[in-house]
T-cell receptor, first 115, second 114 residues
Framework: DADVTQTPRNRITKTGKRIMLECSQT?????MYWYRQDPGLGLRLIYY???????NKGEISDGYSVSRQAQAKFSLSLESAIPNQTALYFC??????????????FGPGTRLTVL | AQSVTQPDIHITVSEGASLELRCNYS??????LFWYVQSPGQGLQLLLK??????LVQGIKGFEAEFKRSQSSFNLRKPSVHWSDAAEYFC????????????FGTGTRLKVLA
């Protein structure tokens, strides 16, 4: 969905480096999410934010942190990347105010490789 | 514990054949249910959703799904598969009692034979 953008789309980094993945949305949605996708494991929720002042840990938050800089921006950081964080990362949004809070809209993904 | 299961990792069908992808969940109440599709190199796109009401829901691209409370299932169907349907399909469930949880199944990869 072009309304949800992720940068970079691909990143190769080394163990121990700090990495930030960024997500921006023009949909005006209040809720934003970060997932990682691994083969055979589906998508797993890392962090989610219901508004700018609300940040919540998901299923697999260890080793990650997030920042909700504005309603439209939600960034994911890996403070010290490790190889098992190699995965496809997706940002998603949803809209509580319209009553459709449980329908999520996904960005195109960021493929991260940690060597 | 709340969980979502897609028992089929891979499914292969011939073009024009019917399709059914299975999804089961474990939960004490009726959750919100979704099917998403992921084409290669793409993000996820919502196919259809069930919140309440009619248990047979219609989605985009000719897909439908039926919620069966007695079986805790939400299976996705299509009467006639097209080659462009080859993709990975994810069932997702939102559990709303207690801590908010949005859980995806592990996915079913569909291959379509010409």
């Amino acid at each position: 969905d072009a309304d949800v953008t992720q940068t970079p789309r691909n990143r190769i980094t080394k163990t121990g480096k700090r990495i930030m993945l960024e997500c921006s949305q023009t949909k005006g949605h209040d809720r934003m999410y970060w997932y990682r996708q691994d083969p055979g494991l589906g998508l797993r929720l890392i962090y989610y934010s219901f508004d700018v002042k609300d940040i919540n840990k998901g299923e697999i938050s260890d080793g990650y942190s997030v920042s909700r800089q504005a309603q439209a921006k939600f960034s994911l950081s890996l403070e010290s990347a490790i190889p098992n964080q190699t995965a496809l990362y997706f940002c998603a949004t949803s809209d509580w105010t319209s009553g459709r809070s449980n329908e999520q809209f996904f960005g195109p993904g960021t493929r991260l490789t940690v060597l | 514990a709340q969980s979502v299961t897609q028992p089929d990792i891979h499914i292969t069908v011939s073009e024009g054949a019917s399709l059914e992808l299975r999804c089961n969940y474990s939960y004490g109440a009726t959750p919100y249910l979704f099917w998403y599709v992921q084409s290669p190199g793409q993000g996820l796109q919502l196919l259809l959703k069930y919140f309440s009401g009619d248990t047979l829901v219609q989605g985009i691209k000719g897909f439908e799904a039926e919620f069966k409370r007695s079986q805790s299932s939400f299976n996705l169907r299509k009467p006639s598969v097209h080659w462009s349907d080859a993709a990975e399909y994810f069932c997702a469930v939102v559990f709303t009692s207690g801590t908010y949880k949005y859980i995806f199944g592990t996915g079913t990869r569909l291959k379509v034979l010409a």
